[in-house]
């Protein structure tokens, strides 16, 4: 079989203006790339589907939850490239609720196939046992691992940065495992400052950040995660919701949502010196929203406007 390995194909970039009385602020359309795969996603597999492709592989296996945006942009692969995908998921319950997990439902209609697993067994996702189970079950496979961060994606990330970008003193993106945020940091020009913004509650991503990179031009926000990976509060989607009638603009409410808030509210403490200007990452995930307007319909929260 004949795959495509030129992704770049899909790139385009889009800057944002995005008009306040405190610090220029320009927002990089990462969520605008892509046939699918959008933002940082599809800078993390770029060279990992051309590596799969070059060592022969014609299966890849990759790692994720319920409502992941990495499951979901790996499903693409099996659609856009022809490359066979078995997503990992954590959560055995959900074998029999595909059909009502949007991201799920999706993924199965790009064509991924599942391999549901107890929290026990996911936790232990990466040891020799299990990968050896997989590969009992499945036969040879690439292995992505979750979140799609190793060193390529790492490389693919180098470039959401441009020449371009040069005269932006800071450069803001989300956190989750580090990898979109290493990249950043790789290619980041010397006057340069990137700041991260947790999605996690917990200060370990800066040790595992650290341990990725060679300068030390960067630091993580950890006071953003509204209370840990995927938790909102009514302030967030109120905050998210005024920001989309104002500049048109999606942000998802589990990375770039917590991101924009972080900025605006280091730029009303005058975090940001005078002339200096910002340019923040949006790196995609509008996918989950709909979940989470399912969750925040059930709790009564107010609703994310997309
Ligand atoms: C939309 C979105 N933004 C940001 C991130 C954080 O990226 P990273 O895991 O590279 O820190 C993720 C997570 O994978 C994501 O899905």
Request: net charge neutral.
């Amino acid at each position: 079989m004949e795959y495509s390995s030129d992704l770049n194909q899909f790139v385009e970039f889009k800057l944002f203006n995005v008009k306040n009385n405190l610090t220029p602020l320009f927002l990089k359309r990462e969520d605008l790339l892509g046939d699918g795969i959008s933002g940082n996603k599809l800078r993390k597999l770029k060279y990992n589907v051309v590596q799969a492709i070059k060592e022969g592989h014609t299966q890849i296996i990759t790692f994720g939850g319920a409502y992941s945006n990495h499951i979901l942009a790996a499903s693409y692969i099996k659609k856009n490239y022809g490359i066979d995908i078995i997503g990992v998921v954590r959560g055995e319950e959900l074998i029999d609720k595909v059909e009502e997990n949007p991201t799920l439902k999706l993924a199965k209609q790009n064509g991924m196939q599942f391999h549901f697993v107890s929290r026990e067994v996911y936790r232990i996702k990466m040891s020799q046992v299990f990968l050896k189970e997989l590969k009992d079950k499945f036969g040879d496979f690439y292995l992505l691992p979750e979140g799609g961060t190793n060193e390529l994606a790492i490389k693919g990330c180098e470039e959401i940065l441009t020449a371009d970008d040069e005269k932006f003193n800071f450069v803001c993106c989300a956190v989750g495992t580090g990898g979109t945020l290493a990249g950043l940091i790789n290619s980041s020009f010397v006057n340069q400052k990137v700041i991260g913004f947790s999605a996690l509650k917990g200060d370990f991503l800066k040790e595992d950040v650290a341990a990725l990179v060679a300068k030390n031009n960067w630091d993580i926000r950890t006071d953003y995660h509204f209370g840990g990976y995927a938790k909102v509060t009514s302030e967030l989607i109120h905050f998210m919701n005024e920001f989309k009638s104002e500049t048109g603009i999606v942000l998802d409410p589990i990375y770039n949502g917590k991101m924009m808030y972080g900025i605006y509210d280091l730029m009303k403490k005058g975090y940001f010196p005078k002339n200096t200007s910002i340019l923040a990452i949006h790196t995609g995930g509008l996918q989950a929203i709909d979940g989470m307007n399912r969750l925040l319909q059930k709790k009564g929260m107010p609703l994310i406007n997309d």
